[in-house]
């Protein structure tokens, strides 16, 4: 039960949206049986810290490793440089089981990128591993010193970690979810359950309501919640309750319906490979996407659920078993020496593998990869923006600045950000000044903020926006150019290629301040109206840059893995259908504003599509630098188009 729900929802199956919380099940299951194991110890006097790691070390290390290595070997022939040096730090802060803290810093759960972290998973072994370095002596401690008031002691524990999260996944839900402090409650919960006075003589009758309770408290969370839910928090009480409660109803035993149907040989077959299938089946997925350049469709998830349970019965009879009953390094001393030396190994590995192993590409599929960094040089510094730097002029210039007002902003997300170095050569060959102001994610939508999943309250792109108004009308400028990835505001990410997988975004304004996907456009609508009708007030004239056709692949890795597989990369342009389907409501809006004189569309796919495909690539050359942005060549393919409207937008 803990197992097959994050499986499920991992492969993408939409009944399973809350499936993640299989996580917070193992969690509770986890503070139960080891707590008990160490309590029984206490009471017995044989107690051993030494013993208690051997057993971890027998448990966890042998597994986890036979997966880093096969996952190693395998993405040797995928990854790209880049890609490859990013798995090397995976494995390097998995072996301190610290790789909850990495993905913390790195990216949101929920977020796309993170959907092609190999290790990804790893997150909740760090996260039990930072547990049992503080519970073993606590609990010797207090069974010692304070034993009558021990469990009253991780009570509080448990309630201040509760109290963090449902506090940090409000103001800091990335914190929240990964780290130790907002998730030791859940482990507590099973070890104040192991703590607990005997229940032996509870009635069945009791014990079967709670079990069913326990029952319907976790299929809620796992059919009800998404990745939309503000998790962890309060939104965990309904799997780890119902977990605990499990647990409590069945320690006599199948003495209820429930225990009797988790003692059927199919549960118990599931639950005997379970770690294994948990470390198995994410690499597989990625690995799978990888070499797929997309999302796997129904029939390829089943067969790789069937790989992954394949290669963790294997895992489990090869690898787990003659470790845990001492067949392979029976020894105390032996084990630990060989433990350590895996673990030093991978840390080794980490190390070592920064620089992403180029040699295993030839010198183009290396060109190909590098254009993931292909930017302009400012691109970082001049997208670093706040409401008050806006206010206080803190944006960079296009061309030479001068006396006077700037001939143009160009305003917007990070797509504006992407076309930096087509607007700057155009400002140094038409002898132009231009200014900057644009954030990531953030729309210009005037009265609108952006909710993301990774995030879970509202940006601040209301009052950057104002910010930038404010701007245009302190500097008395008179063009300005919107940019942004317009269709992902209309219509949320794409439902199919490399973004399928991204969580919900959706936009708010004060008349609509709860996030909700079906009131998307209209707050588009209202957003752009204000804003129109703010400039053409101001007397400003007001070009849109019509949206630039999103692929379906991370286009610099897609053309390194094609040319390292000898793939065709002809087909890897997304169809013209699909982005004018894509892009259509926005495109309608943006023409009937044209029609009413309120703006004027610079062109796009003139310039980047075909008659059936748009371009990736020009002459080899990536024309993107991921899924969506342009590469700096992507954007100087638009240096005409832009040239052409800028210099009749700002003719006398």
Sequence with gaps: MAVLPVVLFHFGFASFGGGFVGVDIFFVISGY????????????GTYSIRGFYERRIRRIIPALAFVVAVTAAVAALLLTPREMGRFSSEVWWSSLFSSNVLFFRKDGYFDGASTMRLLLHTWSLSVEEQYYIVVPVLLWAGWRWFR??????????????????????????????????SRAWELLCGSLLALAPSRAKVPSRLREAVAWAGLAAIAVAIFAYDGATPFPGAAALLPCLGATALLWAGEQGASTTIGRLLCLPPMLAVGRISYSLYLWHWPVLVLAKYYLLREPDLAESVALIALAVAMSAFSYRFVEQPFRRRVLLGGRRALFAGGGVVLVAMFAFGLAGKSGFPGRFDHTARQLAAYAESRDPRHDACMDLSADKIRRGELCSYGQPRDGAPDFMVWGDSHAGALMPAFSAVAQRRGLWGLHSAFPSCPPLLGVSVVRSDSREAMACAQINEAALEQIAARHIRTVVLAARWPLYAEGWARIGADARNKPLTLTDAEAPTPDAAGRKAV?????????????????????????????????NALATSRLLGRDTTTLGPEVEQVAARQAWVRERFAQEQQAGRLSVIPTHASLCGADRCQIQRDGVPLYHDVDHLSVPGALVLDPALDAALTAALRP
């Design 148 to 181: 009558r008031h021990l469990v009253a002691l991780l009570l509080v524990l448990g309630l201040a970690s509760l109290a963090l999260a449902v506090y940090s996944v409000a103001f800091h839900p990335s914190a929240a979810f990964y780290l130790l402090p």
């Design 524 to 556: 588009f609508q209202r957003g752009l109206d204000r804003l129109l009708t703010r400039l053409r007030q101001m007397g400003v004239r007001v070009l849109v840059v019509e949206p630039v056709p999103e692929t379906l692949v991370d286009v610099p």
């Design 33 to 44: 049986l080891i707590t008990g194991i160490l309590a029984a110890e206490l009471a017995a």
